[in-house]
């Protein structure tokens, strides 16, 4: 019996104008599927930045990856193919991690990096343990991340407004 080849991820949303990068670790199965980031509607995500950066969630794909330009913010995830059962990120074998020192110099504007759950951040440090721009985990926008509440996520989350406010103040 042939081994099964394994899953590649999506890739990334991020151009010049991004200031921050946050890193998910793997698509779920809808994601891929759909080839959308967070297309799983129990997903937090998209609600989630749509409020801390006070704007409305989008609906459509286009308006998401819209949203994330217009706010500076890249998107990708920390493992760009592995092997994986079901979704939960507690069973993914054999990762092969995206090149995000080799993303990071592509588009030097990036000054920060968010990793969306715990697995993503562990992946990350221990890849990238003396990577010199900022790095921080936040809570993961999973329906199986249900021990926190969708506030408290929020409010973690603002972390990426105001490094990215930091970053590039605006010329308002």
Known sequence: MAKKAPLKGLPPIVDRSSRVLVLGSFPSIISREK???????????WEIIAGVVGERTPV???????????????LWDIV??????GTQDSMIRGPALNDIAGLLIKYP???????GGKKAYSLF???YPALKVP?????????????????SKK??????IRINNKCCPSKR
């Open 80 to 85: 760009g193919s592995c092997y994986l059962e």
């Open 35 to 45: 080839r959308e980031y967070y297309a799983h509607p129990r997903n937090y995500f």
């Open 109 to 115: 504007n990036i000054k920060a990096v968010f990793l």
């Open 135 to 151: 790095c921080e985990c936040l809570p993961s926008t999973s329906p199986a991340n249900a021990g926190q509440s969708l506030g």
């Open 125 to 127: 440090k221990r890849r």
């Open 60 to 74: 459509t794909y286009r308006r998401k990856k819209a949203l994330l330009k217009k706010h500076k913010i890249g």
């Open 155 to 160: 409010s973690e989350w603002e972390k990426i």
